[in-house]
């Protein structure tokens, strides 16, 4: 529920972000303090050339920078600043919603 254009909408209407362009092929660092969120599909890289594609409207961090890869031309990345993002989950109420969404995502990519 959480990651849906709908949602995004919302935090992307209220949280400052920055938008970054992503061809197909492009890499991206994504470092620690920030969350990114994708229009499209993009692959997440955990070992170099390894990783997991991820659909779009999810948000995507890590306790540890990363990359992801554009899957599709012309992606834009929404990336937010960590703080910033829980601090507005957390006073409008939504940070459970989000925490609950992300486990039962988490579960799914360990069944596959």
């Known amino acids: ?11 992307s209407g209220k949280v ?3 938008i970054i362009m992503l061809n197909k092929g ?6 620690e303090d920030y969350f990114v969120m994708a229009n499209k599909k993009v692959k997440r890289l ?26 599709e031309k012309n ?3 929404y990336r937010f ?4 993002l829980f601090t507005y989950l957390e006073k409008n109420q939504l940070l459970n919603l989000y925490l609950s969404d992300e486990v039962t995502y988490f579960n799914q990519l360990l069944s596959q």
């Open 16 to 18: 400052a972000h920055e």
């Open 26 to 31: 492009e890499n991206l660092l994504v470092k």
């Open 1 to 11: 529920m959480t990651n849906t254009s709908m949602f995004f909408n919302e935090i």
């Open 81 to 84: 600043n960590k703080e910033m």
């Open 75 to 77: 992606t834009q990345i």
């Open 46 to 71: 955990f070992h170099q050339e390894s990783g997991v594609t991820v659909p779009e409207y999810r948000f995507m961090q890590d306790f540890k920078s990363f990359f992801i890869v554009g899957k």
